[in-house]
């Protein structure tokens, strides 16, 4: 049963990462891209819940931890396109709760790893856990926020949707083409190559948030 999962998992992993490249490069808005976008939110829930289970029963605490974080971004990113503007609905305040839950179990974790002996848990460090666990924080205030003000703008949802999708696809990219550096030919398996995906992700959403925060055209299109 382990071995199918794993299968699916990294069949997933590939559908995500091909049709996240490609939701990024098609016209924003069009249904070619919202048909690539619904197979990436599919192929990476996928990813997220065989993710969280394998590394569950291998005992790696971080991975299933940033197979949860995957599902809840890609879940609160789709929930928020969909949502009215200033609307909000019963399921993002689910997400919220889930949120505050995954930033708990960081928070957890982080405390075993500093009571460990060899300071690692599952192979990785405090620093890890520390890193997506504030990414986590950060998320669980934002939703709080935006169950507040009963939802955003336009553009205030554009940006909250294009950040919680890209993030999940930085995640699996870096653990991808970084995290598995050594399963690559050694032609290609220098870092300055190997970056260049992981690094095409970030300036994306560095683009894309500030060319709808600009752009009132494309915040009315899409």
Not at 167 to 186: D, I, K, R, Y
């Amino acid at each position: 049963m382990l071995s199918i999962l794993t299968v699916i998992h990294i069949t997933s992993g590939a559908i995500g990462l091909l049709t996240g490249f490609l939701a990024i490069l098609l016209r924003k808005g069009d249904q070619q891209h919202r048909r690539v976008g619904n197979i990436y939110i599919c192929a990476m829930l996928t990813l997220g819940v065989t993710g969280a289970v394998v590394a569950l029963v291998r005992d790696i605490p971080l991975s299933m931890m940033n197979a949860l974080v995957i599902c809840y971004f890609v879940l609160s990113s789709l929930s928020t396109i969909r949502n009215p503007i200033h609307g909000t609905n019963a399921f993002d305040k689910l997400l919220m709760v889930s949120a505050w839950l995954i930033t708990a179990g960081f928070l957890y974790f982080i405390v075993q790893v500093t009571r460990s002996a060899t300071g690692q848990l599952g192979g990785f460090g405090p620093g890890a856990y520390i890193a997506f666990g504030s990414v986590m924080l950060c998320a669980a205030i934002a939703d709080v926020r935006y169950l507040l003000k009963s939802g955003l703008s336009r553009k205030q949802r554009l940006v909250r949707h294009l950040w919680r999708m890209l993030f999940p696809l930085f995640m699996a990219s870096a653990a991808f083409f970084l995290g598995q550096a050594s399963f690559f030919p050694q032609s290609i398996r220098a870092i300055e190559i190997l970056i260049i995906p992981v690094a095409f992700v970030i300036l994306s959403l560095l683009y894309w948030t500030a060319k709808v925060s600009f752009n009132k055209d494309l915040t009315a299109r899409i």
